[in-house]
Every structure is written in structure tokens, then in C-alpha cells.
């Protein structure tokens, strides 16, 4: 196994891993939110988990030696105001999480495809793989989003919420072109 299939191996792991807990936690969620909700916390714990997962992948890219460029930087910088905007507009708190959870699984999932398409089409150039790589993490987080208000639907006091699909896809859009940007922007300034 080369290179470039442990590291799209990996990001598939981590990335499944995301979907996968939040398929998990479909049952149980509503009665934690309530129980927080009734104790004035959901807002608060939705920003702490917000939080915690920005300074989690700081730490994670610091650790890997990873320093950002200054492209990076306001991709990262416009993504979070464009998430802190649209998290502070919403009603309910806790449809803030599926910004967190599939916008998560829309960067891994352009990650992961970048990695595929590097390896399997290297005649095709890097822009249109990392169109490719864009079209499918986008398409792959509306079929697992939707999977999820599917399984919701046949769970008790869950129900199947369009909207809820159209939040989905639109958080693994986000993710995904936080990647697709900060891919564009590395090749600008090379």
C-alpha cells in the first residue's frame, strides 16, 4: 500500500467514524438535548462542542508540524464566521450540530477523495480532480444526511425532516469547499 492510500484510508476511517456516531447517537440525542435544554445548557454545550472541536484540529494540525499559509488562514478565518453566522441565526441549538458533524464529514470526505483521485486519475489535471473530489464529498454527505432523517423516521420521538437533509448537505458544502478553497488558493500562490 503506498502513500497516498493510507492517507485516503485514513481520512475514510475518520470520516465514516463521524457518520457513523452520528447514526449512533440518532436514538438517544433528543433526551439529552431536552434534559440540557431544560437546565439552560444546550446552547452553551453546542458552542463548547463547537469550540472543542476548532481547538481540537488546531492542536492536531500543530502536532503534525502543520503550519498554516496565509491562504489557509482566511479560508479557515471566512469559514468560521461563515459558520458563527449561521449558527447564531438558527432557533434551535442543537440543529447547529448538524453543521458540525457534516460539515466535519464534507472536509474529510473532499480529503479523502482528493487522495483517490491523485492516485487513480493522475493524467487528469489537479483542478478537475479537485472538482471531482468536490462533486463527491458534496454528493456522498446528502446521501448520508439523508440516511440519517431515513433512520429517524423509525426511531421514537424522531421524525423525518426534510430540512433537516437540505442543513445537511449545506454543512457538507461548507466543508467541502473550506477544502476545494484552500486547495484552489495553494495552486494560486505556487
Known amino acids: ?36 435544554r431544560d437546565q439552560g445548557l444546550l446552547r452553551v454545550t453546542v458552542g463548547g462542542l ?11 494540525l500543530w502536532r503534525r508540524g502543520v503550519r498554516p499559509r496565509r491562504h489557509e488562514v482566511i479560508v479557515y ?10 449558527v447564531w441565526r438558527m ?26 483521485f491523485r492516485r487513480t486519475r493522475p493524467a487528469t489535471p489537479r483542478r478537475n480532480r479537485l ?9 456522498l454527505t446528502l446521501i448520508g444526511g439523508w440516511g440519517e432523517e431515513i433512520l429517524q423516521h423509525f426511531l421514537p420521538e424522531r421524525y423525518y425532516d426534510l430540512r433537516d437533509v437540505v442543513i445537511n448537505a449545506t454543512a457538507g458544502f461548507l466543508g ?7 486547495e484552489l488558493l495553494a495552486e494560486r500562490s505556487s
Open 1 to 36: 500500500m503506498d502513500d497516498n492510500q493510507r492517507r485516503e484510508r485514513r481520512y475514510w476511517m475518520v470520516a465514516f467514524a463521524v457518520l457513523g456516531s452520528v447514526y449512533v447517537s440518532a436514538g438517544f440525542v433528543r433526551p439529552v438535548a431536552n434534559f440540557l
Open 77 to 86: 478565518a471566512l469559514l468560521a464566521l461563515v459558520y458563527g453566522f449561521i
Open 91 to 116: 432557533h434551535l441549538p442543537e440543529e447547529a450540530l448538524h453543521y458540525l458533524e457534516y460539515g466535519l464529514f464534507g472536509a474529510l470526505a473532499f480529503e479523502a477523495l482528493g487522495w483517490r
Open 131 to 139: 472538482w471531482l473530489a468536490f462533486a463527491g464529498a458534496v454528493g
Open 50 to 60: 463547537f469550540a472543542a472541536t476548532g481547538l481540537a484540529l488546531v492542536l492536531w
Open 176 to 182: 467541502a469547499a473550506a477544502g476545494l478553497a484552500r
